[in-house]
């Protein structure tokens, strides 16, 4: 029997790691062939980073070793392959997955330890693969390989996917892995390939073209049943579009609410919706809700300057359609997110501006991400006529993985981050990164927001123009905010020279967290300091401003902005505060600032003793969730006894 070892490195988040999906999906397909079954002997995958020099020593007398790359494990893989190669000369050694180059100029010459370079869907090309080195070893007729004396055709896609075995369903993926006791499995699962969208930052439509094939409904209703059954706790939903296929998909979030009901499991489903999701996918939205599977509902846009999106060849709705879709997804109860990149060709740091004012000025959207613009090896953006057109420059520097574990990272793994572009210099960038904190951690996460919607309904001040006083604040007085401004110009400027992304605060837990996450639980844990953090913005913007706001109504509007935030210190069920001013009809009923006696109330989002599972359900998993925050429209009042009141004001 020829002997086949495997490795798909991850990263743990927490006590999670995902399942090796991809070679799975490979073996299972290679195992339901007799042939190939009878001569070929298949052996644990490598999964955990930590034992790479023990997996190492397994490859002694493999036979072929298949490697399945991606970003965050291409360092660790090379580094496997070129062990194995001295110890083991003889090994076939084949690379597949998203971060295998379709240019493969200078590949083998610089990793003459590799033996084949298989490109895009590989189940096919991998038998083909298997049964040539059964035969006589010429893989020249394989199609979709690259070697050191050839490159072959293109290999077709896969049309009919059910011809492809479940590993869930036969259950090949436990035989694939080492059970370790603590550690909790994520299911990759796909319903269907493809991508109709062409985005230029993106490998997805142009790794898969744009046809889509769906797997069979009956597959995906057994294996929804197998994680229910083995109790798995996490699905990674690999489409790029859930929710595409409408009839579908609704059928499927039925399916998935019934077994988180029924059965408790699964508890999480991870998902990138649609593209251009439209209000046809609320009843999907809801149906994951009702199963408590639903964090939020994606509208991403990534920018919102016309000219850039011309340039990355990507079409988003029309604004106001995006900004009624929002406050529809609101209506229902239904939480959405949005998505910019930061670093985009035909971006500048006006249009960066504006397209965030826009975004949090004019949609009801709860939460934003911002993240950079990485260049991937087989996205469009990385053809060198297009990078030179667009005088895109990178650095390369170590991967940002939010939330994963600061232990057992064994070597560091890198990306190419975008740092200028012709629309954009390097100094652009980095103060669009000074605006994406700012906007994150103060406004979507809700420390600063209805003090800057205060202003803004007062007296017209843009919430740009309030956060751009936020920052210039922070680089003049000494408060809690000019703490975190510090740290955050030290971790920006460190990520754009190449040193990394992943911010550790040992009082936050053992995990990378995103900085605007760290910023806002730093805040969120100092109530007092923050309270006068925000007193003496007051009395910046007041001087700075020109004016003369009575104090009773800032201090009136400090506390109802504090009440509205998750805090560690608050651990009553029930929160509730007395008010000067009606601030709800304010803020959600366009009426002019009542001074009226006000007492709101509402059921506190996170009551967790334990420091880091607080952390975690607040900003980890509440940031999608609005856990982080509580919204003004949904406030419950009571009566007020005024009699008490006036006893403990006195």
Known sequence: MLLVNSSQYNFQYGNRIHFPYSIAMLETFLQSSDHINQNFKFGKTFVFREHVEEDTNKCKNSDILLCSCYVWNWEITIHLAKQVKKINPDCLIIFGGPQVPEDTTGFFEKHPFVDILVHGEGEKIIEN??????????????????????????????????????????????????????????????????????????????????????FSEERLFK?????????????????????????????????????ALTKKFPQTFQQSWAKNSSEKIIPIAKELQEGGLLTAVTLSVQSLDENTLDIIKRENMKFDKFSNLSNQFRQQGLPTYSEFIRGLPGETLETFKRGLEQLIGESKIDTIYIFHCIILPNAPMNIPEYREK???????????????????????????????????????????????WVILSMHSFGILEYVSRYYKKAHGVSFMKFYEEVIEFCKTEKSIFSEEYEKVIEHRNKGYQGKGWNHCDPNLGDIFWPIEEATWLRLASQKKRTLDGINSLLDYLEKKLGYTTPKEILQDLVKFQLFLISTKEDQDIIKSENF?????????????????????????QVIEK???????????????????????????ESQINFEAVEIRNN
């Open 129 to 214: 693969i298997f049964n040539t080195y059964l035969d006589d070893k010429d893989f020249s007729n394989v199609k979709g390989i690259t070697t050191k004396e050839f490159k072959t055709t293109f290999e077709g896609r896969i049309n009919d996917l059910d011809i492809l075995p479940s590993p869930y369903l036969t259950s090949n993926i436990w035989e694939l892995v080492e059970k370790v006791e603590g550690v909790k499995w994520i299911c990759s699962w796909e319903t269907h390939r493809g991508c109709p969208y062409l985005c230029t930052f993106c490998d997805w439509g142009s790794a898969t073209f744009t046809k889509m094939r769906r």
């Open 390 to 436: 667009y005088k895109i420059k990178t650095v390369r520097s170590p991967i940002y993985l939010g939330h994963s574990s600061v232990n057992n990272r064994t070597m560091e793994e890198y990306e190419n981050v975008v740092i200028s572009t012709s629309s954009a210099t390097e100094e652009d960038i980095q103060e669009m990164y000074l605006y994406s």
């Open 610 to 636: 334990d420091d880091f599972e607080w952390n975690k359900r607040a900003i980890w998993y509440g940031r999608r969730g609005k856990i982080c925050k509580f919204d003004s429209n949904n406030l419950a």
């Open 223 to 259: 294996e929804l049943e197998w994680f229910a059954e083995n109790k798995i706790g996490y699905i990674d939903c690999c489409d790029a579009n859930f929710g595409i296929f409408f009839e579908r998909d609704l059928r499927l979030g039925r399916k998935l609410k019934e077994l």
């Open 580 to 604: 000067d001013y009606d601030w709800k009809g304010f803020f959600d009923n366009s009426s002019e600032l009542k001074q009226t006696k006000k007492s709101y109330n509402y059921k506190n």
